[in-house]
């Protein structure tokens, strides 16, 4: 079983920039397919984007492309979340996800897919 701690959130203004960390312990990392998902209060979670298991697959929800990029360094058992031109309706409870992958596939976007959690970490971000 794979255990998953985020970091890295904050309180950011409009306009800028978070990095999202999501380290991994407990399981052989590289056989995982990695998301995110985001919760913002009265909402359900939201799915964001992915990344498979050998970094050939990305893919994200309409509203981040562009501005937000998935990856990942399996030598450190670790998956990050660049954000940039984050946007107020950006603020949610920021989440990664893994599910075990034998193929390297696009991630499928259902939370429902994931068994694997990490805590959360707060983004918010003010106008």
């Known amino acids: 079983q794979v255990h998953l701690v985020e970091s890295g959130g904050g309180l950011v203004q409009a306009g800028g920039s978070l990095r999202l960390s999501c380290a991994a312990s407990?399981?052989?990392?590289?056989?995982?397919?990695m998301a995110w998902f985001r919760q913002a209060p009265g909402k359900e979670r939201e799915f964001v984007g992915g990344?498979?298991?050998?970094?050939?697959?990305?893919n994200y929800i309409d509203s981040v492309k562009g501005r937000f990029t998935i990856s990942r360094d399996n030598a450190k058992n670790t998956v990050y979340l660049r954000m940039t031109s984050l946007k107020p309706e950006d603020t949610a409870v920021y989440y990664c996800?893994?599910?075990?992958?034998?193929?390297?596939?696009?991630?499928?976007?259902?939370?429902?897919?994931?068994?694997?959690w990490g805590q959360g970490t707060q983004v918010i971000v003010s106008s």
């Open positions: 990344i498979s298991r050998n970094s050939v697959f990305t």
């Open positions: 996800a893994a599910k075990v992958s034998t193929v390297s596939t696009p991630v499928p976007p259902t939370a429902r897919d994931y068994p694997y």
């Open positions: 407990g399981g052989v990392f590289p056989n995982y397919a």
